[in-house]
T-cell receptor, first 113, second 115 residues
Framework: AQSVTQLDSHVSVSEGTPVLLRCNYS??????LFWYVQHPNKGLQLLLK??????LVKGINGFEAEFKKSETSFHLTKPSAHMSDAAEYFC???????????FGQGTRLTINP | DAGVIQSPRHEVTEMGQEVTLRCKPI?????LFWYRQTMMRGLELLIY????????DSGMPEDRFSAKMPNASFSTLKIQPSEPRDSAVYFC?????????????FGSGTRLTVV
């Protein structure tokens, strides 16, 4: 069955420095993968999605992620953090045949001034 | 496009009362999902509709939970009777078609507190 593991429950960076949120997936086939962001007391917003068209995916707000099959990873990056990036980030994989999204445990990103 | 609209945003109720959560999906989206988010269990799928028909309700925790989709533009999730352990944020999401790659749009959620 498909699953994702977010390697860090909490990441803290300074404003203007790079962001790296790590996600590893487990799947018997090449899956679709998503990153969602949840700001405090808000809903989930799609940041970007990988659907096998290109391994480097660009999303909203300057985020991007690279699908690496050899490493079974789909890490989320941003060159320069902004205060507004402070939120919870979820790596997500659809469970094949089940019409169900499987969410990682989430990574809380804190931005220090 | 107003996105997926959920109401109410917050609900506080006493144990034993009936609670009804509402969702209006994006117009034209054929699939609708109800998720629950708690600190302990993260995000869990409760039920999934396609073309207004419930397809998978295996995530509904118990008979106290029921969901309906009487038409393409409206769905409800009802808890009767409610219990404190039902306290959570309930999200509704819709998707254009049956493919996972179509992308899911989530509502802002309903924060339910049962006291």
């Amino acid at each position: 069955a498909q699953s994702v593991t977010q390697l860090d429950s909490h990441v803290s960076v300074s404003e203007g420095t790079p962001v790296l949120l790590r996600c590893n997936y487990s799947s018997s086939y090449s899956p679709s993968l998503f990153w969602y962001v949840q700001h405090p007391n808000k809903g989930l917003q799609l940041l970007l999605k990988y659907t096998s068209a290109a391994t480097l995916v660009k999303g909203i707000n300057g985020f991007e992620a690279e699908f690496k099959k050899s490493e079974t990873s789909f890490h989320l990056t941003k060159p320069s953090a902004h205060m507004s990036d402070a939120a919870e980030y979820f790596c997500v994989v659809p469970r094949q045949g089940a019409q169900k999204l499987v969410f990682g445990q989430g990574t809380r990103l804190t931005i220090n001034p | 496009d107003a996105g997926v609209i959920q109401s109410p945003r917050h609900e506080v109720t006493e144990m034993g009362q009936e609670v009804t959560l509402r969702c209006k999906p994006i117009s034209g989206h054929n699939s609708l999902f109800w998720y629950r988010q708690t600190m302990m269990r993260g995000l869990e799928l409760l039920i999934y509709f396609n073309n207004n028909v419930p397809i998978d309700d295996s995530g509904m925790p118990e008979d106290r939970f029921s969901a309906k989709m009487p038409n393409a533009s409206f769905s409800t999730l009802k808890i009767q009777p409610s219990e404190p352990r039902d306290s959570a944020v309930y999200f509704c999401a819709s998707r254009p078609g049956r493919r996972d790659t179509d992308g899911y749009t989530f509502g802002s959620g309903t924060r339910l507190t049962v006291v």
